[in-house]
């Protein structure tokens, strides 16, 4: 998966303090020549939106709030001109350009060679924001590293194997204790490298917290469920882009002993397209339980079409994924899951205040069956934040909450 820093060459991703940028966008660095040239076919749009249009170099404004308002609007004059959705690395030239970590002046010299995630226009900034930095260069530097891994290796849950002992019978008590479970691999030096283990927890978050969620609902106990066949409703656009679907139907089919198949409906009007996914596994368990899982994506809105789909065991709201706080959609959401006994929901945030306040759209008679707490089973992945003024890492799925309609 490509991405972006100014800190590192764009096309072998190696980081180094002598970078040439390209002088069009001055935006984007390289190495040398030659992988200036290996880029320009993929870089031209881009480069010529950008030196078209002001960027977030040219920023003279002051403070944090200023310059995030003066990215909105770049951004959208970017959008506008290239006609096209951003690929994930050019989103990330406009989150994250080379600006001075304190005055947010372009054109920067002085980077952090640690974590080569910030500059500074000059040594009095650096010491400005030496102690702010300190706090998070390290997990901006575990950032880095492991965008350098997954760019240069074929990812090791390709070869991952979901063969969980007989005799574990609840999930264990963290995140990383989960994923050392999958006996793929015994060598403990592999899972004491953060680099190793850290990328993992972030792969098998959502399988995990759906797995979470059963159990604490009861729905599942001792690996076994009280169906064999288990309903889901997604309601998030982030569920639906960064998950692995086969490896949350392969976890579900090997944690839940008893389990036969799994519907899952992604509904939200940020589905690219309608499709259905069928899921065959072809392991010899998957095979001789005859499993059959299928994942169907609606590009609807949630409360528009939730009496026309099977009532679903769990619903699952990862990461902000309700609609805008004070919509007269999210109420009819809430009344029309309210005609389902039983019905419980798992809802995640990066933040603990994105997620109470997602919770309080739940008023009674939905009751707080698990209240919003740091996640056990969150990613433990730093990504980066591109909004100023606030922690510029944050985790995924880091806070957690149950409610359900008892
Ligand atoms: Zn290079
Ligand atoms: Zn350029
Ligand atoms: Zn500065
Ligand atoms: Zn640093
Ligand atoms: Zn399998």
């Known amino acids: 998966m490509s991405f972006f820093y100014f800190s590192v060459c764009h096309v072998c991703k190696k980081e180094s303090p002598t970078l040439k940028k390209c002088s069009k966008c001055k935006l984007v660095h390289y190495c040398s020549q030659e992988h200036q040239r290996q880029d320009w076919r993929t870089h031209k749009d881009i480069c010529k939106v950008i030196s078209e249009t002001n960027t977030p170099l040219t920023f003279s404004g002051e403070g944090p709030i200023e310059f995030d308002k003066f990215k909105i609007i770049t951004g959208a004059l970017w959008h506008l001109r290239l006609g096209r959705r951003f690929s994930v690395s050019e989103l990330e030239m406009w989150m994250f350009p ?60 390709e070869r991952m194997r979901f063969d969980f002992s007989k005799s574990v019978v609840t999930l264990p008590g963290s995140i990383c204790d989960v994923v050392k479970i999958m006996e793929f691999k015994s060598d403990v030096d592999f899972w004491k490298k953060a680099v190793n283990l850290i990328p993992m927890t972030e792969f098998f978050c959502s399988a995990v917290n759906v797995v979470y969620a059963l159990e604490k609902s009861k729905f599942v106990e001792k690996r076994f469920a009280k169906k064999t066949q288990l309903v889901i409703h997604a309601t998030t656009t982030e569920f639906y882009k960064n998950m692995s679907w086969r490896v949350l139907m392969e976890f579900l089919s090997h944690w839940i002993l008893n389990l036969q198949g799994v519907r899952i409906y992604v509904i939200s009007p940020g589905v690219d397209k309608e499709e259905c996914l069928e899921f065959t596994l072809s392991c010899d368990a998957g095979r001789k339980k005859q499993f059959n899982s299928s994942v169907m994506f609606l590009q609807r809105k949630y409360h528009e079409f939730i009496s026309t789909i099977p009532r679903p065991d769990l619903v699952v709201m990862f990461n902000r994924s309700l609609p ?33 306040s997602s919770v309080g759209k739940f008023p009674p008679p939905w009751v707080t069956y698990l209240k919003p707490q740091e996640n056990l089973y969150g990613s433990l992945r730093p990504v980066r934040n591109g909004k100023e003024g606030s922690d510029p890492v944050v985790y995924c799925n880091k806070f957690v909450s149950i409610i359900a309609k008892k």
């Open 98 to 157: 080379k600006v001075c970590g304190v005055c947010y002046k372009g054109s920067m010299n002085m980077v952090c060679t640690t974590c080569w995630s910030v500059a500074y226009c000059s040594d009095t900034h650096r010491i400005v924001h030496e102690k702010q930095h300190a706090e998070f260069c390290q997990k901006l530097k575990l950032c880095l590293e492991i965008h350098q891994k997954m760019f240069n290796q074929e990812p090791e849950w």
């Open 324 to 356: 805008k706080v004070g919509t007269v959609e999210w109420s009819e959401t809430t009344s029309k899951l309210l005609a389902y006994k039983n019905a419980f929901i798992i809802l995640t945030s990066y933040t603990m205040e994105g997620l109470k």
